[in-house]
């Protein structure tokens, strides 16, 4: 397959799946996989970036609000809660780097992070359909979307905002669109931190190896993938329930189980 159609392949995939609830690490492990070819990391760093100014530049209205409206008691709780989400990710984050802790590189345990993920959707989904909805993310919730993230970032095929958006529903945030929008926005610094990180310790490498041309255009088709992707979200969940993208995991992790050999 000629290479500029793989670079824009991937940037698509990172683009779709970075913020739907299906995973973008796995997808694109299963990519590699079936063919797309293995990529450096920095690449993989940088069109994760483009997917991240994209809801960046979608919700810096919202992120204008809060920061100027931190003397209002209720803008200054939300911008607390954000915080410390932040913190308990960055937090337990270098408890597993200092422990070493690596991601698997087989798909076998994407598939069945997907399987198991989208039951978890199926979860949150049928318990916020009986209960009134409640839009305040409260304490409680702000501790276990910070938890979330990490356990994502453990387990490929997660998804981190599948983990954080349905943890904050069964945690007591059952409107979709809070819950989401407090994911994406946990999700903001959470993302630019981790890519910084990655890339810090990618320069004590060296960057060679992975065509600048590349990268370039990666970023490029990531982050306008990921505007389109994100704003046709916001608009689904207004009326739409989450369960096709569970019904999508359970599929994939399933026909992954059954194709792929054990260890590949």
Do not use: C
């Not at 960046?56 to 709780?77: A, H, N």
């Not at 992070?113 to 359909?129: H, N, P, Q, S, T």
């Not at 910070?146 to 998804?159: D, E, K, L, R």
């Not at 983990?163 to 529903?169: H, K, L, N, P, V």
């Amino acid at each position: 397959m000629n290479n500029l159609l793989q670079v824009v392949l991937l940037g698509i995939i990172e683009g779709v799946t970075e913020f739907l609830p299906i995973s973008s690490t796995g997808h694109l492990l299963i990519a590699e996989r079936l063919g797309l070819g293995r990529r450096s990391e920095l690449f993989n760093i940088v069109i994760q970036a483009g997917a991240i100014l994209a809801v960046t530049v979608i919700y810096w209205p919202r992120i204008s609000s809060i920061v100027r409206g931190l003397r209002d008691p209720e803008q200054r709780g939300y911008a607390l809660k954000l915080a410390l989400a932040f913190v308990i990710t960055a937090g337990l984050g270098l408890v597993v780097a200092k422990l070493g802790v690596e991601l698997p590189e087989t798909v076998t345990p994407i598939a069945w992070a997907l399987v198991v993920g989208g039951f978890w959707i199926l979860l949150a989904e049928w318990l916020a359909a009986r209960q009134a909805e409640q839009t305040e993310v409260t304490w409680l919730v702000t501790v276990v979307v910070g938890v979330a993230q990490i356990v994502a970032g453990i387990f490929p095929g997660t998804s981190r905002s599948g983990a954080t958006i349905f943890a904050a529903m069964l945690a007591g945030t059952s409107s979709r669109r809070a819950a989401t929008e407090f994911s994406f926005l946990v999700g903001i610094p959470t993302m630019y931190a981790a890519s910084g990180y990655a890339l810090l310790k990618q320069s004590k490498h060296g960057f060679d190896g992975e065509p600048w041309s590349d990268v370039a255009v990666g970023f490029v088709v990531s982050m306008v993938t990921a505007f389109i992707v994100i704003k046709w979200l916001l608009r689904y969940i207004q009326t739409h329930r989450f369960t096709p993208f569970a019904y999508y995991r359970i599929v994939l992790g399933v026909a992954l189980l059954w194709l792929l050999p054990s260890g590949s």
